[in-house]
Nanobody, 118 residues
Framework: QVQLVESGGGLVQAGGSLRLSCAASGTIFSTFRTYTMGWYRQAPGKQRELATT???????TYADSVKGRFTISRDNAKNTVYLEMSSLKPEDTAVYYCNAQRNTMHYWGKGTLVTVSS
């Protein structure tokens, strides 16, 4: 079994910053570094969307909506992926989900809520 546990969500004013963490455990523990890790988000009434990913070698991708404001990183020694969010906007309000993907396997965390007030 694989467990992904997100933390760091909360309420922040527009223009503020937050740092999310996602800790992986279980059977992924010894192979975490081989997974592509990602952060997805789902705003109220909307479909889940991909925000950013980071591959095993550190290559990153960002959705246009977060580019320049969000930074994904990983610490393979700690089996943890991070999401640094700055210049937050009310439209960033969503539940943020951590994802681990390798080949056809996808694992999800339960999400952490980020609320950005105007």
């Amino acid at each position: 079994q694989v467990q992904l546990v997100e933390s760091g969500g909360g309420l922040v004013q527009a223009g503020g910053s937050l740092r999310l963490s996602c800790a992986a455990s279980g059977t992924i523990f010894s192979t975490f570094r081989t997974y592509t890790m990602g952060w997805y988000r789902q705003a109220p009434g909307k479909q889940r969307e991909l925000a950013t990913t980071i591959t095993f070698d550190g290559t990153t991708t960002y959705a246009d909506s977060v580019k320049g404001r969000f930074t994904i990183s990983r610490d393979n020694a700690k089996n943890t992926v991070y999401l640094e969010m700055s210049s937050l906007k009310p439209e960033d309000t969503a539940v943020y989900y951590c994802n681990a993907q390798r080949n056809t396997m996808h694992y999800w965390g339960k999400g952490t809520l980020v609320t950005v007030s105007s």
